[in-house]
């Protein structure tokens, strides 16, 4: 079959989701997120695998990339990545399985084995790869659930600068911090309640979930994970949440200084990426874009008004008819495989 006109599914394994995007001759016709908190057992795993069965199904090539060998699941990267290809071998025993290995580019299951240091994480430079290819010179942040990727695109390349994850984190271009499932006393150490800087509670009361559910900024199909107390995800159930961390309970301040404080919270967050982002766009040209991915790119539109910088959504920048291409953005590194692997 002419290449580009075959169906390829692209895989994301991550630690907590498993995104699925479906390509059918170069354009991505359908997109999913599921749960998989691989870190209690891959049995969501293995779930979610089947529950994706109609996005892959006949389908001539998987493309897969992974992170879920960070999982603490696994007594190291290397034995994750052994671990996830054996599982992806078991659960797809037919067909023409593809294994991104970042700087290695595509290789097979018994390859990946042996290469496991390219495969581990490479799922950001598969994106930014794409990115590359469809815009030439940009800032590129995927901005998902737990972690930031910000990726500077010079001549159509990515020019990182690290590759692994304790290189990356050094240079900028990972930063721990993601749009739903970060705790909130990752983000700041206090937060001002009527005017007095007041510390946080060190505990898991509440995540930037509820401080984007309160703002107004999240899409509830992107918060996969139950909330802190296992409790209601709304807008009074986020605020209880969040009152805890500043040793309260959600009657005693009025609903628009709750706004303020998660407003305090979501800006120290912003804060953190806008600061990793100067360091990575060194070089760029004034009138490079920052293309935006993933479930937080909302926040990243607000950074890319605070640079200057035209901001486009890596939604509207791939091949992908209308009624997926925010589900594609949300999956953006299984968009990124199917299509690349598919096509360019």
Not at 6 to 31: Q, T
Request: avoid cysteine; glycine fraction near 10%; aromatic fraction near 6%.
């Amino acid at each position: 079959m002419e290449k580009g006109k075959s169906i390829v599914a692209g895989f994301d394994v991550g630690g907590a989701h498993l995104k699925v995007a479906r390509a059918e001759s170069g354009r991505v016709v359908l997109a999913r997120t599921f749960a998989t908190p691989i870190w209690q057992g891959l049995d969501s795993l293995v779930s979610a695998i089947g529950e994706a069965a109609p996005l892959y199904a006949d389908a001539d090539t998987l493309a897969f990339t992974m992170t879920g060998e960070l999982s603490d699941i696994f007594p190291s990267r290397d034995e994750g990545v052994a671990a996830l290809l054996d599982e992806i071998s078991r659960r797809f025993p037919s067909g023409d399985k593809l294994v991104y290995a970042g700087r290695s580019g595509f290789v097979g299951i018994g390859q990946a084995a042996q290469l496991s240091a390219d495969v581990a994480s490479a799922n950001w430079h598969a994106t930014a790869s794409l990115v590359g290819k469809l815009a030439g010179e940009a800032l590129f942040m995927d901005m998902g659930s737990t972690t930031t990727d910000i990726l500077r695109i010079k001549d159509k390349k990515v020019a990182n600068e690290g590759y692994t994850d304790a290189e990356r984190l050094l240079t900028g271009e990972l930063v721990y911090t993601g749009f739903t499932r970060t705790f909130i006393f990752g983000v700041a150490s206090a937060a001002p309640v009527r005017g007095r800087m007041t510390p946080l509670m060190n505990e898991y009361f509440a995540s930037m979930a509820d401080v984007h559910r309160i703002l107004g900024m999240l899409d509830e199909k992107d918060d996969k994970h139950p909330s802190a107390d296992g409790k209601e995800k709304t807008v009074q159930g986020s605020i209880a949440r969040l009152a805890r961390m500043v040793g309260r309970d959600a009657a005693d301040l009025l609903p628009l200084e709750w706004l303020d404080i998660a407003g305090w919270f979501s800006e120290q967050q912003l804060r953190k990426i806008h600061d990793a982002a100067l360091l990575v766009s060194g070089g760029l040209a004034s009138d490079a874009p920052i293309v935006g991915a993933g479930t937080g790119r909302r926040q990243i539109a607000r950074l890319a008004t605070r640079m200057e910088r035209r901001f486009i959504d890596f939604a509207d920048l791939i091949p992908a008819n209308e009624d997926v291409r925010a589900e594609a953005s949300s999956a953006a590194p299984a968009a990124a495989v199917a299509l690349l692997a598919g096509t360019f």
